[in-house]
């Protein structure tokens, strides 16, 4: 903290007062290549970064610390409050989130992946909320929650049997929702650093998907749900009907919403050890579950018919192939961006009897 007051041209003052400066993502990764301690090569690697963040972009510092009453304290003082230990990278993504503005991405992920003709992928991250920063100085009640992702994944494969030669598509949505994290307690039983205990309530993420369509415009409004509609997954001429349209949507959700108390022990804490909670409402894979819910209606010329049992049977086979190519592109997917669908993983990067930390 001291780097990077240095670096904001803070000379006197309180640590809380650094925080409520703005900083560019250059000057954050600045500030922790010039942390005292780092080896070179680490030190090499932050200033390569920093050479390549931006400048312009600039963060309220307090959206990413909040060093609780440790923030009261004046520039250099503090010796008596624990040792709080921080991964360098995850604080540079988290500037890097925080910097981005629209905090959305889309990928074209081609067609490399087997079983499937193409995918494309929109990503959309919201904002953790305003009392929460992404790192958390605290006692008993302080919270931390992660922020809200909306996933967007278009396939499309190659039918067969009954569809052969027809592509299918599916426009898969996923949402999952804010983790959080409550320091419930902390105890040392003898008064010695090693009995040291720290309890976490822990919330993970209600995770919602869908296969359905839904207006990219909406993806980043996180004040509400998108508006969601049956997706047309495969045209189809059948003889007697003309071209037919096959349309459907399917929903699954990890609806856990209850805390589950991690503890902490004093070795868990040096160690740096993860602990997660899970939802237990979503059973089996997420794409198997998801394609078993799928409900399909036919239109033709603007009326519903009853879908032939031909297509039914051809639409199953064809979902069945790629199950897997697209279950496992899901689990990577949210894995890549930090988010297991009902999960919460948690770390306590440090705690005395007196004085906690709590860093999602």
Known sequence: ???????????????????????????????????????????????AIAGKASTTARIALSQ?????????LGIGQGGGSPAVTANALEMVMAAAALA?????????????????????????IGETARSSPWFTVGGKGSVVRTAQIRVRLIVQ????DGLLGKLVTLPIYVDVAQAKGELAGVSCSTGRPESLRVTVDTTPGVADLRIADIDAAAMSDFSRVPALSPAKI????????GLVSVSGQARVAAEDSRATALTF????????????????????????????????????????????????AGLARTLDGVIQPVDGLLHTLLKLLGARVGYADVRVNGATCTQSVLVQ
């Open 1 to 47: 903290m001291g780097a990077l007051a240095t670096r904001l041209g803070v000379t006197a003052g309180t640590y809380d007062e650094v925080l409520d400066s703005k900083a560019s993502v250059g000057d954050v990764v600045r500030a922790l290549a010039n942390v005292p301690g780092l080896n070179g090569t680490d030190k090499a690697s932050l200033e």
């Open 265 to 312: 022990s004093y070795g868990d804490i040096g160690n740096r050890v993860v602990k997660s909670a899970s939802t237990q409402d979503l059973a089996g894979s997420l794409a198997s579950s998801l394609f078993g819910s799928l409900k399909l209606e036919a239109n033709v010329a603007g009326l519903k018919v009853t879908v032939p049992a031909g297509v039914t």
């Open 234 to 241: 495969v045209n189809v001429s059948l003889l007697g009907l």
């Open 64 to 72: 990413l610390i909040d060093l609780g009453p440790v923030g009261r």
């Open 100 to 124: 981005n503005g629209d905090r959305q991405v889309a990928v074209n992920l081609g067609a490399a992946i087997p079983g499937l003709a193409s995918a494309s992928l929109g990503v959309a």
């Open 157 to 160: 494969i190659n039918g067969v």
